[in-house]
């Protein structure tokens, strides 16, 4: 069974561009989480997906949006990027809320010029 | 406000022994925690978890224990291998179902 795939795994962007970010979860799993991993910050959660829905979502700017498709994929897209949002991107799937254990992608590495 | 707190960054532990990492909490309402395992350039990956009703869970190495009332756990890795050199992270959460995740600990196995 396939894992997560996270897409594009490197990119680079300069100050004030935006990008998007794109995660297909395991075949089945309904919902998507976001994560932003920084040196010594741990993983700090961006928002959840459920069915289309967001259900959470952290303590971003509104500069970090996201959505999920009918097919359970998922993008996130981050506005007018800044320096410090230059992380690990990672999406998890699961089979459903509340289930606790997260199947995590390989993570979209951002770097900001 | 960290609500999960991994106090050490790292750990370096001898081939073979205990190795013993750390987590701490503050919201009463976390009912539910698990430990990942994270190698570089992989994603992390679920190792364990015990829910709030348990005070111990145990798969094979690995075994998570839990006190509520010092709202601590801990992951105890018995015999300790070369191969569980990694960053281990603690999350807990609540009925919301949003994961609070610890900054991580980097596992250092010496052989």
């Known amino acids: 069974k396939a894992g997560v795939t996270q897409t594009p795994r490197y990119l680079i962007k300069t100050r004030g561009q935006q990008v998007t970010l794109s995660c297909s979860p395991i075949?089945?799993?309904?919902?998507v989480s976001w994560y932003q991993q920084t040196p010594g910050q741990g993983l700090q959660f961006l928002f959840e997906y459920f069915s289309e829905t967001q259900r959470n979502k952290g303590n971003f700017p509104g500069r970090f949006s996201g959505r999920q498709f009918s097919n359970s994929r998922s993008e996130m897209n981050v506005s007018t990027l800044e320096l410090g949002d230059s992380a690990l991107y990672l999406c998890a799937s699961s089979l459903s809320r509340g289930t606790g254990e997260l199947f995590f992608g390989e993570g979209s590495r951002l770097t900001v010029l | 406000d960290q609500q999960v707190k991994q106090n050490s960054p790292s750990l370096s532990v001898q081939e073979g022994r205990i190795s013993i990492l750390n987590c701490d909490y503050t919201?009463?309402?976390?009912?539910?925690f698990l430990w990942y395992k994270k190698y570089p350039a992989e994603g992390p990956t679920f190792l364990i978890s015990?829910?709030?009703i348990k005070d111990k869970n145990e798969d094979g190495r690995f075994t998570v224990f839990l006190n509520k009332s010092a709202k601590h756990l801990s992951l105890h890795i018995v015999p300790s291998q070369p191969g569980d050199s990694a960053v281990y992270f603690c999350?807990?959460?609540?009925?919301?179902?949003?994961?609070?995740w610890g900054a991580g600990t980097k596992l250092i196995i010496k052989p």
């Open positions: 999350a807990a959460s609540a009925s919301n179902y949003q994961l609070i």
């Open positions: 919201n009463s309402m976390f009912d539910y």
């Open positions: 075949s089945g799993h309904r919902s």
């Open positions: 015990i829910s709030s």
